[in-house]
């Protein structure tokens, strides 16, 4: 099915998000999506996976909103004024903009890449209570997060000749100080939202939740972390369907890769019906 995309600026609080809207070219649409991206380098290097996976499910009827948070990407604004809760008020001007639009007749589906599962509960609180989730290898805890973003510090401390350790560098923060990891300016609000931050779905929740996790390994599973966190949510109602693929860690790989099985089974899953609560793991497609 041929698609069409245009790019434009999204006004937000402080500036604009630049997004990318891809739809069918006919026809109406099965269904919206509204992509929440994963964080810093990670989302650089899962950009040419993203985009494909947007054409993707644009072939297959549906409308999807791409947007680069505030800071980040081609939006206005510096990394180091970037927030937590300026990145849940973009998410939400775009749900807005999807609805608004009249782009979609039902709850759009939220798409998670890796830290952008911290943005869905805040949003699940509002108009899109039961949107249906597609996550793909989410990140669970804004604690890990920043605790991977100090142990990224530390090494190149110590391969510069400084000694400092994790505890130093959370009283930088403390002490008002924004420090540079990566190439990002990571200022003391967003290290302290990023630290309170959670994946976590309301109570009540009626939507669906399609879990996504990739290994290169030869027998891909659900991670331990992972395993435990479904059981929980399971144990309370919710529709979870798991499914562990074998491909690369596109979003940490060195090199830029693709998982074109990771792609055909997320399409898949949000187009056909299934059995509440399956699980399936491992699956190697």
């Not at 830290?115 to 209570?129: E, H, K, N, W």
């Not at 401390?157 to 930088?172: I, N, T, W, Y």
Request: aromatic share 6%.
């Amino acid at each position: 099915m041929k698609t069409l995309q245009h790019g434009f600026s999204l006004p937000v609080e402080g500036g604009a998000c630049f997004c990318i809207y891809r739809r069918p070219e006919k026809g109406p649409l099965v269904g919206t999506v509204l992509h929440l991206p994963a964080f810093g380098d990670e989302m650089n290097k899962s950009r040419a996976m993203t985009a494909r996976a947007a054409r993707a499910l644009a072939a297959r009827g549906f409308g999807v909103l791409q947007l680069d948070l505030l800071g980040c990407g081609d939006s206005s604004g510096d990394h180091g004024d970037a927030s937590v809760g300026a990145w849940i008020d973009n998410a939400q001007r775009a749900l807005a903009w999807l609805v608004l639009e009249g782009r979609a007749a039902a709850a759009p589906w939220l798409w998670c890449l890796r830290a952008g599962a911290l943005l869905a509960a805040p949003l699940l609180q509002g108009p899109a209570r039961d949107a249906p989730l597609l996550l793909w290898q989410p990140v669970l805890s804004g604690a890990q997060q920043l605790n991977n973003l100090l142990r990224q510090k530390l090494a190149g401390a110590l391969g510069a000749g400084e000694r400092v350790d994790a505890k130093s560098l959370r009283q930088r923060w403390i002490d008002g100080e924004t420090q540079e990891i990566g190439g990002y300016a990571i200022s003391p609000r967003l290290a302290r939202e990023l630290d309170q931050a959670a994946f976590d779905l309301p109570a009540g929740y009626r939507g669906r939740v399609e879990w996504f996790e990739v290994s290169a390994t030869a027998a891909p599973c659900i991670s331990p972390v992972a395993r435990t966190r479904i059981a929980a949510l399971r144990s309370i109602g919710i529709d979870i369907n798991a499914v562990a693929l074998r491909g690369p860690g596109f979003w940490q790989s060195a090199e830029i890769e693709q998982c074109e099985a990771l792609i055909e089974a997320s399409a898949a899953s949000m187009t056909i019906e299934r059995v509440h609560g399956s699980l399936r793991d491992p699956v190697e497609l």
